[in-house]
C-alpha cells in the first residue's frame, strides 16, 4: 500500500464540504471531571451531531468526492452502526443509493436510526455477528455490483473528514492542549488527529483508547505488524474491530503517544456517571475516553486535556446490561451457586443469617430435588461495598450453605446468568 499521510489542505477542503450536513460541535469544560482531576478537562461533544456521532463527516467527506458515474452507480458500506447512519443520511441527502451492511447484532436503536436516515435511498442489509462479517458480505456486494465501497475508516476521503474535528478543537480553545484522548475502533478518527496535530499543534500528546476486548490498534503496535484478532468482545460495538485499517495503522503507530485499553465494565459505570450526575447520554464507545483518564491521573494534573465523546446512539434496552456490567466491575455484584439443605425454613435463615444487613438479592433460580439432601440455587447477590463481600463468604460456609463463586469462572457464569 502507497504511504498516505494526510494533508492539512485536504483536511481544510473536506471542512467546507461537510458543511452543509455537519454543525460545529461544542467544546465544553467538565466541571466534574475538572475538579476530580484537578485538569482542565474539556468534552467535545461528538455524540450532538444529526446523527449522534462524528461518522457523518467522513462519510459526507468521501461521498460527495465521488464521480458522477459512481454516485449514480451507488454506494455500498458495513457498519456496526454509526458509520451506517452518516452514510444513511450522506445518500439520503445527495440523492443517491445505497446498500448498508450491518452485524445481525447490532443494537436495533442503530438499525432503525440508519433507515430512518437513509428513507428510500437505503437498503439495510443485517449479515454475520461481527463488522468484519458484514464486510465480508459488503465487499462481494460491491464487487458483483459495481459498486463503490464506502470504508468505514481506512480510506483517505475518510480520514480526512473525520481529521476536521481536529479543526475545530483548535479553534474553540486559545490555550495550548497538552493531551486528546481519542476512541480507537478502526482507527480513522485518531489517524485524522494525528495529522492536525502534528501540523498544527505538535506537543499535543495523543493518546488512543480501546475496549479491553477487542485491543486491535495495541496488539498490532505492539507485534509492529497489523494483526487481526480471532476473537473480541462486542459489547462496545462502535470500537469492536477485529482488524484495524491498514492506513490507519501505519499513521497511528507513528504518532499517537500512548495506545491503552479499558475495561468494558468500567466504560459501562462511566455511562451511568454521565447520565445520572451530568445528564449526557452516550453509547459505550463515547465514554471509553473518559473512562481512560484514571489511568493518567498523575500525568494530566494541571493540564489541559481534551476528551471526545464520539457517539450517543444508546440503545435503551441495553441499560440492563449496563448497569450489570458495571456493578461487576466494581465488584458489587456477586453470583454464586448456593446449596440449600431441602428443609422448611433454609430460605428464611439465610435471609435472615447470611446475608448482610445491606446486601440484596438481585437473582435468584432454583429447583426443588426431593432426593437429594441439598439442592443448589443460582444467586445473585449486590452488595453497598465490595469490603461487604469476604464476610458473606464466610457466613456461607460457617453455614454450609457455599457451593461455588461463579464471578469468576467465565465459562460457568455465562452459561448459568
Request: net charge neutral.
Amino acid at each position: 500500500m502507497t504511504p498516505y499521510f494526510p494533508n492539512i489542505e485536504d483536511v481544510r477542503k473536506a471542512a467546507i464540504t461537510i458543511r452543509q450536513v455537519a454543525d460545529i460541535t461544542p467544546l465544553t469544560q467538565s466541571i466534574r471531571y475538572s475538579k476530580e482531576y484537578d485538569a482542565n478537562i474539556l468534552l467535545k461533544r461528538e455524540d450532538l451531531h444529526r446523527v449522534r456521532s462524528y461518522k457523518i463527516r467522513g462519510a459526507f467527506n468521501k461521498i460527495s468526492s465521488l464521480s458522477k458515474e459512481e454516485l449514480i452507480n451507488g454506494v455500498v458500506c458495513a457498519s456496526a452502526g454509526n458509520h451506517a447512519q452518516g452514510v444513511a443520511f450522506a445518500c439520503n441527502h445527495l440523492g443517491i443509493q445505497g446498500t448498508i451492511y450491518m452485524p445481525a447484532v447490532t443494537p436495533k436503536q442503530k438499525v432503525e436510526q440508519t433507515k430512518l436516515f437513509g428513507g428510500d435511498w437505503v437498503t439495510v442489509v443485517l449479515e454475520g455477528d461481527t463488522f468484519d462479517d458484514s464486510s465480508k458480505a459488503a465487499m462481494k456486494f460491491c464487487s458483483e455490483h459495481k459498486k463503490t465501497f464506502v470504508h468505514p475508516f481506512d480510506d483517505p476521503k475518510i480520514i480526512e473528514g473525520q481529521a476536521t474535528v481536529g479543526l475545530e478543537i483548535l479553534e474553540q480553545t486559545k490555550t495550548p492542549i497538552d493531551y486528546l484522548f481519542v476512541a480507537v475502533g478502526g482507527g480513522g478518527l485518531a489517524s485524522g488527529l494525528c495529522a492536525v496535530f502534528k501540523t498544527l499543534s505538535p506537543n499535543t500528546k495523543i493518546i488512543g483508547v480501546e475496549p479491553q476486548g477487542a485491543p486491535s490498534m495495541k496488539t498490532s503496535m505492539e507485534k509492529g505488524v497489523n494483526t487481526k484478532l480471532n476473537q473480541i468482545d462486542k459489547f462496545i460495538d462502535g470500537a469492536a474491530v477485529q482488524r484495524v485499517g491498514d492506513y490507519t495503522f501505519s499513521i497511528c503507530k507513528e504518532y499517537l503517544k500512548d495506545m491503552v485499553t479499558v475495561a468494558e465494565g468500567k466504560v459501562c459505570q462511566t455511562i451511568l456517571d454521565l447520565y445520572n450526575r451530568d445528564a449526557i447520554v452516550v453509547e459505550p464507545a463515547g465514554a471509553l475516553t473518559i473512562s481512560a483518564l484514571d489511568d493518567f491521573k498523575e500525568e494530566i494534573k494541571g493540564k489541559n486535556v481534551v476528551c471526545i465523546v464520539s457517539g450517543s446512539n444508546n440503545d435503551i434496552t441495553r441499560t440492563a446490561e449496563i448497569k450489570e456490567r458495571a456493578l461487576l466491575f466494581g465488584k458489587l455484584k456477586h453470583y454464586f451457586i448456593v446449596r440449600f439443605p431441602q428443609r422448611p425454613g433454609a430460605l428464611k435463615q439465610f435471609v435472615a443469617e447470611i446475608l448482610g444487613p445491606n446486601d440484596d438479592i438481585t437473582h435468584f433460580e432454583y429447583s426443588k430435588k426431593s432426593s437429594k439432601e441439598n439442592a443448589p440455587a443460582v444467586v445473585g447477590i449486590e452488595l453497598k461495598t465490595p469490603e461487604d463481600l469476604e464476610p458473606l463468604v464466610q457466613r456461607m460456609k460457617e453455614n454450609n450453605f457455599f457451593g461455588e463463586y461463579i464471578n469468576d469462572k467465565p465459562d460457568l457464569f455465562q452459561y448459568l446468568i
